[in-house]
Protein backbone atom coordinates (compact mmCIF):
# COMPACT_ATOMS: atom_id res chain seq x y z
CA UNK A 1 0.00 0.00 0.00
CA UNK A 2 1.65 3.21 -0.99
CA UNK A 3 2.12 6.16 1.19
CA UNK A 4 0.71 9.66 0.37
CA UNK A 5 2.30 11.03 -2.63
CA UNK A 6 3.58 14.29 -3.38
CA UNK A 7 4.81 15.48 -6.44
CA UNK A 8 6.49 17.35 -7.29
CA UNK A 9 8.90 16.88 -4.88
CA UNK A 10 11.08 20.56 -5.94
CA UNK A 11 9.11 23.14 -8.06
CA UNK A 12 10.85 26.41 -9.10
CA UNK A 13 8.31 29.10 -10.34
CA UNK A 14 9.39 32.57 -11.32
CA UNK A 15 7.03 35.51 -9.94
CA UNK A 16 3.55 35.62 -11.65
CA UNK A 17 3.85 31.93 -12.96
CA UNK A 18 1.43 29.58 -11.91
CA UNK A 19 2.28 26.52 -9.28
CA UNK A 20 0.16 23.34 -9.29
CA UNK A 21 0.79 20.38 -6.19
CA UNK A 22 -0.77 17.38 -6.71
CA UNK A 23 -0.69 15.02 -3.62
CA UNK A 24 -2.27 11.37 -3.94
CA UNK A 25 -3.57 10.29 -0.60
CA UNK A 26 -3.44 6.84 0.49
CA UNK A 27 -6.29 4.38 -0.77
CA UNK A 28 -9.12 4.13 1.17
CA UNK A 29 -8.09 7.87 1.98
CA UNK A 30 -10.86 10.56 1.11
CA UNK A 31 -9.39 13.30 3.77
CA UNK A 32 -6.79 15.45 2.86
CA UNK A 33 -5.18 18.51 4.64
CA UNK A 34 -2.86 20.83 2.90
CA UNK A 35 -0.14 22.54 5.33
CA UNK A 36 2.43 25.23 4.92
CA UNK A 37 5.46 25.14 6.33
CA UNK A 38 8.37 27.75 6.26
CA UNK A 39 12.10 26.70 7.66
CA UNK A 40 12.74 26.49 11.28
CA UNK A 41 8.76 26.93 11.28
CA UNK A 42 5.60 25.10 12.45
CA UNK A 43 2.58 23.55 9.85
CA UNK A 44 -0.02 26.23 9.25
CA UNK A 45 -3.08 24.75 8.41
CA UNK A 46 -4.30 25.91 4.19
CA UNK A 47 -7.01 23.96 3.75
CA UNK A 48 -9.29 20.53 4.89
CA UNK A 49 -11.03 18.42 2.08
CA UNK A 50 -13.16 15.55 1.55
CA UNK A 51 -14.12 14.15 -1.88
CA UNK A 52 -15.15 17.02 -4.21
CA UNK A 53 -15.85 19.24 -1.22
CA UNK A 54 -14.00 21.87 0.62
CA UNK A 55 -14.78 21.51 4.15
CA UNK A 56 -12.36 24.23 5.61
CA UNK A 57 -10.54 26.64 3.96
CA UNK A 58 -9.69 29.16 6.48
CA UNK A 59 -6.12 28.90 6.51
CA UNK A 60 -5.95 29.61 2.97
CA UNK A 61 -5.24 32.82 1.59
CA UNK A 62 -8.56 34.14 -0.62
CA UNK A 63 -6.63 35.35 -3.31
CA UNK A 64 -4.25 33.22 -5.65
CA UNK A 65 -4.73 30.01 -3.69
CA UNK A 66 -6.94 27.58 -4.63
CA UNK A 67 -7.61 23.72 -4.27
CA UNK A 68 -9.30 20.92 -5.08
CA UNK A 69 -9.86 16.93 -4.53
CA UNK A 70 -12.02 15.74 -7.53
CA UNK A 71 -13.98 12.29 -7.57
CA UNK A 72 -11.10 10.91 -9.62
CA UNK A 73 -7.71 11.66 -9.62
CA UNK A 74 -5.35 13.60 -7.32
CA UNK A 75 -5.85 16.57 -4.95
CA UNK A 76 -4.41 20.08 -6.08
CA UNK A 77 -3.15 23.04 -4.79
CA UNK A 78 -3.13 25.66 -6.99
CA UNK A 79 -1.77 29.07 -6.71
CA UNK A 80 -1.50 31.87 -9.19
CA UNK A 81 0.77 34.63 -9.95
CA UNK A 82 3.23 33.02 -7.45
CA UNK A 83 5.58 35.89 -5.32
CA UNK A 84 8.66 35.08 -3.71
CA UNK A 85 6.41 35.49 -0.10
CA UNK A 86 4.94 31.84 -1.41
CA UNK A 87 8.26 29.53 -1.45
CA UNK A 88 7.74 27.20 1.47
CA UNK A 89 7.54 23.63 1.87
CA UNK A 90 4.43 22.71 0.90
CA UNK A 91 2.62 19.52 2.52
CA UNK A 92 -0.63 17.40 2.08
CA UNK A 93 -1.75 14.73 4.46
CA UNK A 94 -4.51 12.10 3.90
CA UNK A 95 -6.60 10.04 6.61
CA UNK A 96 -9.27 7.80 6.03
CA UNK A 97 -11.89 9.96 8.26
CA UNK A 98 -11.97 12.30 10.97
CA UNK A 99 -9.71 11.64 14.48
CA UNK A 100 -8.01 9.11 12.84
CA UNK A 101 -4.19 9.77 12.19
CA UNK A 102 -2.58 11.52 9.44
CA UNK A 103 -0.48 10.60 6.74
CA UNK A 104 2.04 12.95 5.16
CA UNK A 105 3.38 12.86 2.27
CA UNK A 106 7.15 14.34 1.73
CA UNK A 107 6.32 17.49 0.33
CA UNK A 108 6.78 20.01 -2.35
CA UNK A 109 9.35 22.47 -2.17
CA UNK A 110 8.41 25.61 -3.83
CA UNK A 111 11.03 28.29 -4.93
CA UNK A 112 10.25 31.24 -6.54
CA UNK A 113 12.78 33.28 -8.42
CA UNK B 1 -6.95 29.34 16.97
CA UNK B 2 -4.04 26.69 17.10
CA UNK B 3 -2.42 24.93 20.30
CA UNK B 4 0.28 26.11 22.17
CA UNK B 5 3.20 24.26 23.05
CA UNK B 6 6.05 24.59 25.81
CA UNK B 7 9.14 24.40 25.76
CA UNK B 8 10.20 25.76 22.52
CA UNK B 9 13.20 23.46 22.44
CA UNK B 10 14.92 21.05 24.64
CA UNK B 11 18.60 19.64 24.83
CA UNK B 12 19.33 16.87 26.17
CA UNK B 13 21.89 14.29 27.47
CA UNK B 14 21.02 10.68 26.27
CA UNK B 15 19.17 8.89 28.66
CA UNK B 16 17.83 11.80 30.21
CA UNK B 17 13.77 12.27 30.39
CA UNK B 18 11.76 15.21 28.81
CA UNK B 19 8.41 16.52 28.97
CA UNK B 20 6.52 18.29 26.10
CA UNK B 21 3.16 20.36 26.82
CA UNK B 22 -0.08 21.24 24.68
CA UNK B 23 -2.49 23.17 25.69
CA UNK B 24 -5.80 24.86 24.50
CA UNK B 25 -8.12 27.24 25.24
CA UNK B 26 -10.88 25.47 23.50
CA UNK B 27 -12.27 22.18 24.00
CA UNK B 28 -10.21 19.36 22.88
CA UNK B 29 -12.01 16.82 20.89
CA UNK B 30 -8.72 14.59 20.35
CA UNK B 31 -4.64 15.40 20.19
CA UNK B 32 -1.76 13.94 18.10
CA UNK B 33 1.67 13.87 18.48
CA UNK B 34 4.05 13.76 15.76
CA UNK B 35 7.87 13.93 15.02
CA UNK B 36 8.97 15.53 12.10
CA UNK B 37 12.89 15.22 11.46
CA UNK B 38 14.71 17.45 9.59
CA UNK B 39 14.09 17.32 5.93
CA UNK B 40 11.46 15.12 6.37
CA UNK B 41 7.70 14.65 6.64
CA UNK B 42 6.29 14.61 10.02
CA UNK B 43 5.95 10.93 11.29
CA UNK B 44 2.50 10.08 13.57
CA UNK B 45 3.28 8.93 17.21
CA UNK B 46 0.47 8.49 18.95
CA UNK B 47 -3.54 9.95 18.95
CA UNK B 48 -5.43 10.16 22.09
CA UNK B 49 -9.40 10.87 21.98
CA UNK B 50 -10.63 10.77 25.38
CA UNK B 51 -9.82 13.20 28.36
CA UNK B 52 -7.60 11.00 31.07
CA UNK B 53 -6.34 8.83 28.01
CA UNK B 54 -2.64 7.44 28.22
CA UNK B 55 -0.72 6.00 25.82
CA UNK B 56 2.69 4.77 24.90
CA UNK B 57 5.08 2.72 22.97
CA UNK B 58 9.06 1.92 23.41
CA UNK B 59 9.71 5.29 26.05
CA UNK B 60 7.70 8.00 24.89
CA UNK B 61 4.31 7.96 26.37
CA UNK B 62 1.65 10.37 26.21
CA UNK B 63 -1.68 12.00 28.29
CA UNK B 64 -4.57 14.30 27.55
CA UNK B 65 -6.08 15.77 30.44
CA UNK B 66 -9.62 17.07 28.66
CA UNK B 67 -10.78 19.11 31.80
CA UNK B 68 -7.69 20.81 31.38
CA UNK B 69 -7.56 21.02 27.85
CA UNK B 70 -4.24 19.89 27.57
CA UNK B 71 -1.64 16.96 26.75
CA UNK B 72 1.73 15.52 27.67
CA UNK B 73 4.22 14.10 25.78
CA UNK B 74 6.77 12.26 27.47
CA UNK B 75 10.76 11.11 26.83
CA UNK B 76 11.92 8.68 29.05
CA UNK B 77 15.43 7.45 28.73
CA UNK B 78 15.70 9.53 25.56
CA UNK B 79 18.03 7.93 22.55
CA UNK B 80 19.86 9.77 19.63
CA UNK B 81 17.52 9.28 17.50
CA UNK B 82 14.46 11.03 19.83
CA UNK B 83 15.73 14.57 17.91
CA UNK B 84 13.46 16.40 16.09
CA UNK B 85 10.79 18.65 15.92
CA UNK B 86 7.40 17.36 17.86
CA UNK B 87 4.19 18.55 16.75
CA UNK B 88 0.82 18.56 18.87
CA UNK B 89 -1.96 18.44 16.72
CA UNK B 90 -5.65 19.45 17.87
CA UNK B 91 -8.72 19.47 16.25
CA UNK B 92 -11.35 22.61 16.29
CA UNK B 93 -14.17 21.14 14.78
CA UNK B 94 -13.39 20.20 11.34
CA UNK B 95 -10.44 20.83 10.75
CA UNK B 96 -6.29 19.57 12.33
CA UNK B 97 -4.43 22.46 13.73
CA UNK B 98 -0.57 21.83 14.96
CA UNK B 99 1.60 23.83 17.86
CA UNK B 100 4.53 25.79 16.92
CA UNK B 101 6.73 22.86 17.52
CA UNK B 102 9.52 21.80 20.47
CA UNK B 103 13.04 21.28 18.57
CA UNK B 104 14.27 18.15 21.05
CA UNK B 105 18.04 17.69 20.49
CA UNK B 106 19.72 14.50 22.16
CA UNK B 107 23.29 14.57 22.54
CA UNK B 108 25.72 11.65 23.22
Known amino acids: NAGVMQNPRHLVRRRGQEARLRCSPMKGHSHVYWYRQLPEEGLKFMVY????????ESGMPKERFSAEFPKEGPSILRIQQVVRGDSAAYFCASSPGRREKLFFGSGTQLSVL | QQPVQSPQAVILREGEDAVINCSSS?????VHWYRQKHGEAPVFLMI?????EQKGHDKISASFNEKKQQSSLYLTASQLSYSGTYFC?????????FGAGTRLTVKP
Open chain 1, 49 to 56: LQKENIID
Open chain 2, 26 to 30: KALYS
Open chain 2, 48 to 52: LLKGG
Open chain 2, 89 to 97: GTEYGADMR
